[in-house]
């Protein structure tokens, strides 16, 4: 059996704190050759980036891609949209889901997998305020709960 091996590149972190994760999915992305290089050196930001369906296929907006340093005057736009490879049945399902009221596209990670460049892509709904507040109180409840447990066992 082959072993696939991942290399995360970019996290999208702010997406778990503002939405709920619903469903998620792993694309592949069609990028330009500098691209790719400037992914290998780790130069991307997934902050407020986001998906949307576009005659029937998968688009991502505001992913960054720094232009890669070695580039010449064919180099990249940093924001410019990107396609994501999915097959027909998914982008259906995608769309299917979508339509829904409040449920939207937003990319988690940007990785490699086994030479290729991939999207973890997940389908959330918006948190309100009080949810952001009641997940912060759950994880410093957790947290103290922890320390305590800690603080025991050296005893």
Do not use: C, W
């Not at 939405?19 to 592949?28: A, L, N, Q, R, W």
């Not at 309100?128 to 109180?137: A, E, G, N, Q």
Request: hydrophobic share 30%; net charge positive; glycine share 6%.
């Amino acid at each position: 059996m082959s072993e696939t091996r991942e290399k995360v590149i970019a996290t999208n972190r702010k997406a778990r704190h503002d939405y709920h994760v619903i469903d998620s999915m792993e694309t592949g992305i069609m990028l330009t050759g500098t691209e790719v290089k400037s992914l290998r050196e780790g130069k991307a930001n997934l902050k407020d980036s986001y998906a949307r369906v576009q005659n029937e296929e998968v688009y991502l907006y505001n992913a960054h891609i720094s232009p890669y340093a070695e580039g010449s005057y064919n180099n990249h736009e940093p924001l410019r949209q990107r396609k994501l490879l999915l097959h027909k049945k998914e982008i259906r399902k995608l769309i299917g889901k979508v339509q829904e009221k409040g449920l939207t596209m937003v990319p988690l990670k940007l990785y490699f997998k086994n030479g290729k460049v991939k999207v973890e892509l997940a389908i959330v709904k918006g948190k309100k305020m009080f949810d952001k507040r009641r997940d912060i109180d759950k994880r410093e409840s957790e947290r103290e709960i922890q320390r305590h447990m800690k603080q025991k066992q050296r005893f």
